[in-house]
């Protein structure tokens, strides 16, 4: 029995989250209150919103981890608080980005997230936005083009992916896209880390191989997301984003410089690079 066919208290019972006893008492009373399985459990307090939320997930093949799950950084807001209010924010930049470049066009499949300064958010909402659009049903990879990052606030570490062959290895012709890893627990998602730390990643970056397996990359998935180094301080970013030919720009509320902001906005548009839109994380 698929899960789509399955009730809100089978899912929960076959998972441990639910006793039959219990199950047996939310139905009867659904069916005294003539209300709906979760109200029933709500209203006895057998089961939480989490519980419910998990259930109606499963039934609609909607992929998200539980709070016990502590394979990825905690971050990773979309993955594990889809239904919050950043989750919400997220799915609302999603449709955006859907409407105003990956759907215009089948040929636009790569976007490059940049930002003017550090700890501005970028890797964060790369991340994420990678998750929200494999939990729409999107083959999903997301780049880490970012190899000047400290390991600590890497995609390596924020999906724990462990020590391995990465972006910088595919760029120098000593891997394939095959070191790219999926997700457990996120369907449709694969993360391709920045690798081992090069000593000239503008020049690898600037290579044919980038071109050669983004090419690659859109024959096998839907969305590319690409995450970048600060655009004020190196040349990555824009090489990145020109590659992509498409970019969302990231600002930091207290934190972002307009100016830096603007100017990177604008090479970004002398370059050809189509800006898609902006995100302000207020986090």
């Known amino acids: 029995m698929s899960n789509n066919t399955k009730t809100i208290g089978d899912i929960l019972v076959a998972t441990g989250r639910l006793s039959q006893e219990d199950a047996a008492r939310i139905v009867e009373r659904q069916h005294k209150d003539k209300v709906q399985f979760?109200?029933?459990?709500?209203?006895?307090?057998?089961?939480?919103?989490?519980?419910?939320?998990?259930?109606?997930?499963?039934?609609?093949d909607y992929a998200y981890l539980s709070d016990q799950d502590q394979s990825v950084s905690p971050e990773l807001v979309a993955a594990y608080k889809p239904f919050s209010r950043v989750g919400e924010n997220l799915r609302a930049v999603r449709s955006q980005l859907m409407l105003r470049w990956f759907n215009t066009d089948p040929a636009r499949k790569v976007m490059a997230i940049v930002s003017p300064g550090s700890g501005e958010g970028r890797s964060f909402v790369a991340a994420n936005l990678a998750i929200v659009f494999a939990q729409?049903?999107?083959?999903?990879?997301?780049?880490?083009?970012?190899?000047?990052?400290?390991?600590?606030?890497?995609?390596?570490?924020?999906?724990?992916?462990?020590?391995?062959?990465?972006?910088?290895?595919?760029?120098?012709?000593?891997?394939?896209?095959?070191?790219?890893?999926?997700?457990?627990?996120?369907?449709?998602?694969?993360?391709?880390?920045?690798g081992a730390t090069p000593p000239n990643p503008q020049e690898l970056l600037g290579r044919p191989a980038f071109g050669d397996l983004l090419r690659i990359a859109s024959q096998q998935f839907d969305v590319i997301i690409i995450d970048t180094p600060a655009g004020a301080e190196f040349a990555d970013a824009e090489i990145t984003a020109a590659r992509a030919g498409a970019a969302l720009l990231?600002?930091?509320?207290?934190?972002?410089?307009?100016?830096?902001?603007?100017?990177?906005?604008?090479?970004?548009?002398?370059?050809?690079?189509?800006?898609?839109?902006s995100v302000l994380n207020d986090a």
């Open 38 to 60: 979760g109200d029933a459990a709500l209203a006895l307090k057998v089961l939480s919103k989490d519980d419910i939320d998990f259930a109606l997930s499963k039934q609609f």
């Open 136 to 194: 729409q049903g999107e083959r999903t990879l997301l780049i880490d083009a970012d190899m000047r990052a400290k390991p600590e606030r890497s995609q390596n570490a924020l999906f724990k992916l462990g020590k391995s062959a990465g972006l910088s290895a595919i760029l120098a012709n000593r891997a394939g896209l095959e070191v790219a890893q999926l997700v457990p627990g996120l369907p449709g998602l694969a993360v391709l880390p920045a």
């Open 250 to 277: 990231v600002a930091r509320k207290n934190t972002s410089l307009v100016p830096q902001a603007n100017q990177l906005a604008r090479r970004l548009q002398d370059s050809g690079v189509a800006l898609v839109g």
